[in-house]
């Protein structure tokens, strides 16, 4: 509903829940955001390398991190980093991450349940 005019918006127009932190326009732009600073600091001088270039990279990715926060979906977010850096092939990686999530995911739910 536009609260302005009192309008409510069509169906098609409103967005639909993020069910993972890849959906969410914030983590997106965040994540391009790394990219962009990635690419910058590559021309960095060397001398930089454990200086502002280190300070500048974990500062970037220490955003789309904290907005998928929690160590699994960190992972994830590494993993789709390392895939758009072209550091490697993380295929492999992906479905061993979603069946420890989904294992995690269970034992949390059975220790909740017990009353633990």
């Known amino acids: 509903m536009n609260p302005e005019a009192g309008i409510q918006e069509p169906e098609s127009k409103r967005l639909k829940p993020a069910k ?7 983590w997106q732009k965040a994540h391009q955001f790394v990219l962009g600073v990635y690419r910058l600091t ?10 502002l270039t280190s300070q500048l990279r974990r500062a970037a990715v220490s955003i789309p991190a904290n907005i998928a926060q929690g160590s699994l979906e960190e992972c ?10 072209n550091y490697g092939d993380t295929g492999k990686l992906q479905p061993q991450l979603e069946e420890t ?16």
């Open 20 to 26: 993972h932190f890849e959906q969410l326009i914030v």
């Open 42 to 51: 590559e021309n960095f001088p060397r001398t930089e390398i454990y200086g």
């Open 76 to 85: 994830r977010y590494y993993l789709i980093l390392a895939k758009d850096l």
């Open 101 to 116: 999530s989904k294992l995690l995911e269970a034992y949390t739910a059975k220790i909740l349940a017990s009353g633990f």
